[in-house]
Structures are given as structure tokens and as C-alpha cells.
T-cell receptor
Framework: NAGVTQTPKFQVLKTGQSMTLQCAQDMNHEYMSWYRQDPGMGLRLIHYSVGAGITDQGEVPNGYNVSRSTTEDFPLRLLSAAPSQTSVYFC????????????FGEGSRLTVL | AQRVTQPEKLLSVFKGAPVELKCNYSYSGSPELFWYVQYSRQRLQLLLRHISRESIKGFTADLNKGETSFHLKKPFAQEEDSAMYYCALSGGGSQGNLIFGKGTKLSVKP
């Protein structure tokens, strides 16, 4: 099993450009989420999904959109990138429930100029 | 409000010394707590969770509800323990979103 796969690993954007970070998991997990990791800020939850067709906002959702059309995929869209969105983004999934282990992707480093 | 506090950004110890990474939480109910670790050039992974009461790689963590703490301890640090450590709280709701602390970078010197 590949686990959680994120693409691309690195991306440089100009302010105002749009892009999609892809995330796929092959563990049949119901729950998927996106975090951003910034120095001194830890990991902050952007959006999450508890199943296909269901998404909800996390702590820092502004500037990001998500959709969940299949169990496997959970893309994160930046419609108009801003320098404040320069960060490392992590996708994570788990089987669901209160105490389940969260499995992370390798991360996507995004720089917005 | 739900919150996880890791007071130390960086902790530096010598090999063989005891290690304690501090974690305090704020939550009104009964939380589930976790420690995640990120080794250099590797993805974040679960180290241990409160509910399992296990020891992984020599690390243990005890939930102290009175002090609202979940400190991570190891009696004898090894160089391979050098990594970024995150304490996390599962704050309720059926989805179990994790709230992470800001992390502590552990550096074990030879």
C-alpha cells in the first residue's frame, strides 16, 4: 500500500495564481484532512472530510476550497494564491472515530511570490 | 477553548540523559492525547497515544488530568531520537479532529 500520496512535492506560484494540491489514499479511510505547517505555529487544520460528499472547515479555511467526490481523493484548491499561503501542506487520513491514528502524506512545500 | 501547549521550541540533551518533552492541554471534557514525531526527511507518524498506555522506542507518556498534562519521557536519550515532536489532542465530536501543539525540536548530542 502507498498510504497517503500528495502531489506535487514542491510548487512555486505567483500571487493571484490558482493551483490544486492533490491527495490520495488507498486505505479506504473515511476521514481525510489538510493541515498547514508553519514555523512556530505547528500544524493547523484547514479543511476536513468525514466521507465522500461531506466537507467542513477547520481552523484556517480562508483562501482554500476542498471537495470529496470519492473516498480516495481529497484535493485542496487555492483559487488566488497569496504570500501568506506560503507553507508546507500535509494531507492526512484515518479510519474515522475519536482515537484513530492519523496517517500523513509526505507534504507539499508551496511558495507564493 | 481547546488548546495544546508545548512550552519548549527546542530541547537539547546529551546522549544517555533523560528527556522530558512537556505538553499541557486545555479541554473541558475527557480528551484523547497523542504524540506524533517527524524525523528528518520523513513524514509525520504516530509515536504513542494515551489510550494505548504503551511504551514505544523507550518513550512513555502519562495523562495527568489534575495538571492537564501529557508529558513525553524517556530515561536515556539516543541520537536517533532527534526529531520534531508534536503533542495532539482529539477534542471531541465523532470526527475526532486533532489539535496540534506548536512542536518541540529535540536535539540529542553525542
Amino acid at each position: 500500500n502507498a498510504g497517503v500520496t500528495q502531489t506535487p512535492k514542491f510548487q512555486v506560484l505567483k500571487t493571484g495564481q490558482s493551483m490544486t494540491l492533490q491527495c490520495a489514499q488507498d486505505m479506504n479511510h473515511e476521514y481525510m484532512s489538510w493541515y498547514r505547517q508553519d514555523p512556530g505555529m505547528g500544524l493547523r487544520l484547514i479543511h476536513y472530510s468525514v466521507g465522500a460528499g461531506i466537507t467542513d472547515q477547520g481552523e484556517v479555511p480562508n483562501g482554500y476550497n476542498v471537495s470529496r467526490s470519492t473516498t480516495e481523493d481529497f484535493p485542496l484548491r487555492l483559487l488566488s494564491a497569496a504570500p501568506s499561503q506560503t507553507s508546507v501542506y500535509f494531507c492526512a487520513s484515518k479510519a474515522g472515530g475519536f482515537t484513530g491514528e492519523l496517517f500523513f502524506g509526505e507534504g507539499s512545500r508551496l511558495t507564493v511570490l | 477553548a481547546q488548546r495544546v501547549t508545548q512550552p519548549e521550541k527546542l530541547l537539547s540533551v546529551f546522549k544517555g540523559a533523560p528527556v522530558e518533552l512537556k505538553c499541557n492541554y486545555s479541554y473541558s471534557g475527557s480528551p484523547e492525547l497523542f504524540w506524533y514525531v517527524q524525523y528528518s526527511r520523513q513524514r509525520l507518524q504516530l509515536l504513542l497515544r494515551h489510550i494505548s498506555r504503551e511504551s514505544i522506542k523507550g518513550f512513555t507518556a502519562d495523562l495527568n488530568k489534575g495538571e492537564t498534562s501529557f508529558h513525553l519521557k524517556k530515561p536515556f536519550a539516543q541520537e536517533e531520537d532527534s526529531a520534531m515532536y508534536y503533542c495532539a489532542l482529539s477534542g471531541g465530536g465523532s470526527q475526532g479532529n486533532l489539535i496540534f501543539g506548536k512542536g518541540t525540536k529535540l536535539s540529542v548530542k553525542p
